[in-house]
């Protein structure tokens, strides 16, 4: 897998988000830093295995999205049969 990357302004908002949580649910005030090597923490750990996850939801959707397709191309198969008849 490889690795994740941040464009900056979604970075910076998530080293707010942390900033503030742990403020308000913790008391802890935290500088930028500290705050970025969390993320950098928690994107190391989590990452693969959210990823891994999101690429299961999608690879099970489009497995039932080929079927559904499979099943109308084999409706309009029989559709133009009956026609032809």
């Known amino acids: 897998m490889h690795e994740i990357h941040l464009d900056k302004d979604r970075k910076d908002r998530l080293v707010r988000e942390i900033k503030a949580y742990l403020a308000e649910n913790h008391d802890e ?7 970025m090597l969390l993320l950098d923490f928690f994107l190391e750990r989590l990452g693969p295995t959210v990823y891994n ?10 497995q039932e999205r080929l079927i559904d397709l499979e099943i109308e191309l084999a409706q309009d198969e029989r559709a133009r049969e009956a026609g032809e008849r």
């Open 29 to 35: 005030d935290v500088g930028d830093l500290k705050a």
């Open 53 to 62: 996850q999101a690429l299961r939801h999608a690879q099970a959707f489009l």
